[in-house]
T-cell receptor, first 115, second 109 residues
């Protein structure tokens, strides 16, 4: 089991360029999440998905789009990158246990720099 | 969702127990308490969770007060590798897990 895999691990963009971050999980989890983490800060939720074909906004969704066409993949898109989007992006997946608890498994992160 | 309050930083001597507090005075009956940690710049790692009862696993113990308004994560014998940011999260059946600033634990030799 690879768990949660994020691609790419590093990327440098110029302002205005677009790109897509890919998150893949092989645990058959229903729920997937994208977070960003700025230096010295905690994680902030961008978007999440509770199942294939569904997405929802988190705390800081502006400037990002997401898609969940397949259960195992969750894509995060930046249509027109801005320097303020320089950050480390973490993907996570989870399931709800029979007790209702929600335990997340995280990827290793993708470091994005926008010049 | 209940908000949580954690001290921004704590120190602990290597080999001693690390006790990390979390206040969640507005917690409701169906909300769980979760703890995660983030070592350096790695992805956060799940530690433990609980609803009402105290919980223990191979990593840590979680003590929840009877009124559920606060909890303590206990690392029984802290090592240098336990130096990390520890996040306390309170969440019910909803799906958006939100992290606060956490507590930066430094284990010192």
């Amino acid at each position: 089991n690879a768990g949660v895999t994020q691609t790419p691990k590093f990327r440098v963009l110029k302002t205005g360029q677009s790109m897509t971050l890919l998150c893949a999980q092989d645990m058959n989890h229903e729920y997937m999440y994208w977070y960003r983490q700025d230096p010295g800060m905690g994680l902030r939720l961008i978007h999440y998905s509770v199942g294939e074909g569904t997405t929802a906004k988190g705390e800081v969704p502006d400037g990002y789009n997401v898609s969940r066409l397949k259960k195992q993949n969750f894509l995060l898109g930046l249509e027109s990158a801005a320097p303020s989007q320089t950050s480390v992006y973490f993907c996570a997946s989870s399931y709800h246990g029979s007790s209702g608890a929600n335990v997340l498994t995280f990827g290793a992160g993708s470091r994005l720099t926008v010049l | 969702d209940a908000k949580t309050t954690q001290p921004p930083s704590m120190d602990c001597a290597e080999g001693r127990a690390a006790n990390l507090p979390c206040n969640h005075s507005t917690i409701s009956g169906n909300e769980y308490v979760y703890w995660y940690r983030q070592i350096h710049s790695q992805g956060p790692q799940y530690i433990i969770h609980g609803l009402k009862n105290n919980e223990t696993n191979e990593m840590a113990s979680l003590i929840i007060t009877e009124d559920r308004k606060s909890s303590t994560l206990i690392l029984p014998h802290a090592t240098l590798r336990d130096t990390a940011v520890y996040y306390c999260i309170v969440r019910g059946m909803g799906n958006d897990m939100r992290f606060g600033a956490g507590t930066r634990l430094t284990v010192k030799p």
